[in-house]
C-alpha cells in the first residue's frame, strides 16, 4: 500500500474512533455520568486531530509526489524535443 493510501487508511480509522467516542460520551451523558462523557469527548478531540494530522500529511505526500511526475514528465518531453532536433 502506498504512502498516501495509508495515511488516508489511518486517518479514517481515527475518525471513526472519534465519532465512537462521541456516541458513547452521548450515552454516558444520558446516564448521568458527565465526568466519564467528558473524558470520551476530549479523546475524541485528540483522534478527531490526529485524523486532519494524518489527513493532511496524506495530501503533503501527494503533493509532492504530483510535483515529481510534472518534473519527470517536462524532462521526458526536453529529451524527446532534444531528440527530434538532434
Do not use: F, H, Y
Request: hydrophobic share 40%.
Amino acid at each position: 500500500m502506498s504512502e498516501p493510501a495509508k495515511e488516508m487508511n489511518e486517518a479514517l480509522a481515527a475518525e471513526a474512533e472519534s465519532v465512537e467516542r462521541v456516541n458513547a460520551a452521548e450515552a454516558e451523558q444520558e446516564r448521568g455520568q458527565p465526568a466519564v462523557s467528558l473524558g470520551l469527548l476530549m479523546q475524541a478531540i485528540e483522534k478527531e486531530r490526529d485524523s486532519l494530522d494524518l489527513l493532511e500529511q496524506g495530501m503533503e505526500t501527494l503533493r509532492q509526489s504530483l510535483e515529481d511526475r510534472r518534473r519527470a514528465l517536462d524532462q521526458q518531453e526536453e529529451i524527446l524535443n532534444q531528440l527530434l532536433r538532434g
